[in-house]
């Protein structure tokens, strides 16, 4: 299945509407508009993000007026691309590094979307920037995690720092810290059972107080693009967090996550 194919078909409903039209008017806009207005909340994308989307789509594309050579259907066309890059953040977000001592990246998310996953993929990916890096293995909640972790790091080539399940996830987290700090490893990279809670215990019990470290959310990883869900997160993820989508995550094998790129996300989505 394809990410975004309910969305893409769609969006076709609304410029099809528009074939042989001479200009754009308020007038038959009016339903092509409310086509693309369903098409987004269908996919899930947050109610006050399509009100505004659809607001600034239509103020475009009433205002833009005739265009010689650009057919009406085609310029809706493009508005909509261009809203869209907007919408997901312009531009490519880069990973941000600390300037000394270790970068750590701690992954917030609910169960089973891929977050330990991605903590082997995020590794493979940093090994290939000429980054050295090492998995901690917090998720002590989930004993599976540990071993899947393991074997992941194996398969990337990539350490993997872990004891166990009967200590607290903070501990493990700083000791890890300690030890990349000794060996003079690039990034760590903590898997947590990824609940705010056990986050933040690790982040202010561990790392704060004992490193001194600067802490905040510095973006997402947009899971599972070869999946089935409807795409929404992928274009409400900046607008309501006002962070940006930074990596994107689009298979099980390890070398499949990529840079996020909103203009070439845009271009998927409108097919
Ligand atoms: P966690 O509970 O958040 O740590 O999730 P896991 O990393 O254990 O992943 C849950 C399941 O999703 C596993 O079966 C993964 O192989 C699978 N998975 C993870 N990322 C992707 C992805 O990008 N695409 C697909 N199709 N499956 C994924």
Redesign the pocket.
Known sequence: AEMFGQLTSGLETAWNKLRGVDVLTKENVAEPMRDIRRALLEADVSLPVVRRFVQSVSEQAVGTGLIRGVRPDQQLVKIVHDELVKLMGGEVSDLVFSKSGPTVFL?A?????????????LAFYLKKLGKSCMLVAA?VY?P??ID?LKILGDQVGVPVYAEGTGIKPSEIAKRGLEEAKKKKIDVIIV?T??RLHSLLSVLLSALVTTFNIEIGITGAIL?????DSRGGAALSVKEVSGKPIKL?????RME??EPFYPDRMAGRILG
């Not at 998310?109 to 977050?115: C, D, E, I, S, Y």
């Not at 994107?248 to 099980?252: A, F, P």
């Open positions: 992954l998310g609910l169960q089973g979307v891929g977050k330990t996953t991605v903590c082997a993929k998720d989930r599976a995690a899947q898997d059972a990824g899971t599972k693009l070869d999946g994107v995550g689009r298979g099980e499949d996550l």
